[in-house]
């Protein structure tokens, strides 16, 4: 199965610890995300994660543990996220220059087909002007289109206690009309997440972070595996496990939809305990633990030279 390393918190920047403790462990344990009380257990091995996708805007802690997943046999990709917006959206983040950096770092050692760069949400308003998003765009370009092999962009979606509101479907064609330009010129191809707006005219295509096809060259074998019922419509993102817990990433960021107030969040992670099972706390005893069903989804009648 392909393991998220998660949508709902940046584990690599902030439990990178504890998630190299859980492998070692062999499983790991997740409650429901609206029932505490409902707990899977999650076998962590070779033998059943074809992949894992670490999503993160500072992968720099998880660094010093690359060779130690490596060493225990998984196959691993990252969604590296990177903006510039100023501390009044992401005031706990590094900056886009310490953040370029970590990426050529990580693209020069792990290949650029398994570092996807991400330039999202996309928030326009007084201050983050159009012009402001194709300025950073450029340089991001400029600095790693040789470090991936593509660019996910999205724009910011209405959260209920945030101050965001979804963009209007002109507006979103017109920046991308700058931002396709920007990434033909570095030969950079672009896709959408989670967007129900049709820019294949701009040449950006609808995307899937969790891409099936790219992860079936990394592990290197054809996988059984269809589209994530548990997403969003216009999500094409592989079927996976996510591991992670909302409510527990301390970044920050104002738009974000996994996280409510930071005041919250850090609450929780002032429960984070390393070695234990589930990433906040321990188990109160009232729980339902329930096995989870982990299996690799390697299609044995398939080779790697028949996709490539």
Known sequence: MIVSVSRRTDIPALYSEWFVKRLLAGEVLVPHPYNRKK??????????????????????????????????????CFEFTITDYGKDLEPNLPSMEEKMATFILLSERLGKNRVNLRFDPIIINDKYTKEYHLEKFEVLCGWLHNYTERCTISFVDYVRGKPFLEMEEEDMIDISKGLAEIADKYDLPLYTCCEKVDLSSLGIAHGACI????????????????????????????ESVDIGMYHT?????????????????????????????????TLKGDE?????????????????????
């Open 39 to 76: 707990v899977s257990r999650i076998e962590l091995s070779p033998k059943t994660v074809d992949c894992f996708v670490f999503w993160t805007k500072n992968p720099q802690p998880m660094l010093p543990y690359l060779k130690m997943i490596e060493r225990l046999g998984y196959s691993y």
């Open 211 to 238: 891409d099936r096809d790219r992860i079936q060259k990394i592990v290197g074998y054809k996988l059984d595996v269809k589209k994530d019922r548990g997403q969003r419509k216009e999500c094409g993102c592989a």
């Open 249 to 281: 990433c301390v970044h920050g960021c104002a738009y974000c939809y996994a996280t409510g107030k930071i005041s919250g969040a850090e609450k929780q992670r002032g429960q984070h305990d390393p070695d234990s099972p589930m990433l906040i706390g």
């Open 288 to 308: 339902v633990i329930v096995e989870r069903k982990m299996t690799l989804r390697k299609d044995d009648q398939m080779s790697l030279f028949d996709f490539i």
